[in-house]
């Protein structure tokens, strides 16, 4: 980055940022608004696979409550007004359709142990998944990885589909404070103070597992020294960041699938 696109990354002194509300109904709206975008690109990208996958929004007004898609409804055809209010203990308060088990006992348990968190997305997407075979995390090795640095982890006790609530806490605790997490043997789960942020996460980390593969493939690729890494992921991996980053897809979104809002 030059200096100047740095200082308009990383300000937030001109109100450039995330949305603030004084409204409830309108934040809701919003956040309503960018799931379902995210969906439809989680879509657009291929991250579907069959009825695995989900992201989550957390009520503005009641924060034990999140926004989820419907189990059986396509990233690629889903909209705004098929998602489910879910509270803590799994019933659905608004909405028709099934909940997917897997994705309340994981964001369920997400949303409980990170307050910080507003927003979280998991799928099977197909380099994340093979990338989490390997049970490693992802190095520094470009740019974009360095999102990462120091910042994601794996959860590497993999049993099944996550129906059990104790392993959504398993997970939540390898999670700890950090943005991502590496499922061995399952996938990716990322997390943000917005939906924007953590469906941007999971899209570039999902990339970023995708760059390494092909580098591993084609020989021994050369990781960026830690200062660097660091520096790096000062800019490329805050929260503003992940916020920025997902308005460009946001807005090709919109105008190619106007239907989603309905």
């Known amino acids: 980055m030059t200096d100047i696109t740095s200082d308009i990354v990383m300000n937030r002194s001109n109100n ?3 949305e603030t509300f004084d ?7 919003h956040c309503k608004q960018r799931l379902t975008a995210a969906f439809r690109l989680f879509g657009k990208f291929g991250f579907d696979e069959g009825l695995a996958g989900h992201i989550t929004v957390r009520d503005p007004e009641r924060p034990d409550h999140f926004w989820v898609n419907p189990l059986g409804v396509s990233f690629k055809q889903i909209k705004m007004s098929q998602l489910l209010l879910v509270n803590h203990l799994g019933e659905v308060i608004e909405g028709e359709g099934l909940l997917n088990g897997a994705a309340f006992t994981i964001h369920s348990k997400i949303h409980e142990h990170r307050p910080d968190v507003t927003a979280a997305a998991h799928s099977h997407s ?3 998944k093979s990338w989490s075979t390997l049970g490693r995390l992802l190095d520094p090795i470009t740019q974009d990885a360095c999102a990462f640095y120091n910042d994601h982890a ?11 609530l104790s392993e959504g806490d398993r ?3 390898a999670l700890g404070d950090k943005k991502a997490c590496i499922l061995q043997n399952h996938g990716l789960l990322t997390v943000a103070d917005t939906v924007e942020a953590a469906a941007w996460w ?3 980390m999902e990339r970023s597992c995708q760059a390494q593969l092909l580098a591993e493939a084609a020989g021994t690729p050369k990781l960026i020294n830690p200062d660097s890494a660091q520096q790096t992921a000062d800019l490329v991996g805050s929260a503003l960041a992940g916020w920025f980053s997902f308005q460009p897809l946001f807005n090709v979104i919109m105008a190619e699938q106007p239907d989603m809002f309905d």
Do not use: S
């Open 171 to 173: 997970i939540a605790a």
């Open 23 to 29: 409204n409830p109904a309108a934040e809701r709206l």
């Open 126 to 128: 197909i380099y994340g």
């Open 16 to 18: 450039f940022g995330p």
């Open 154 to 164: 794996v959860f590497e006790d993999f049993t099944g589909v996550v129906l059990d």
């Open 202 to 204: 999971f899209i570039t």
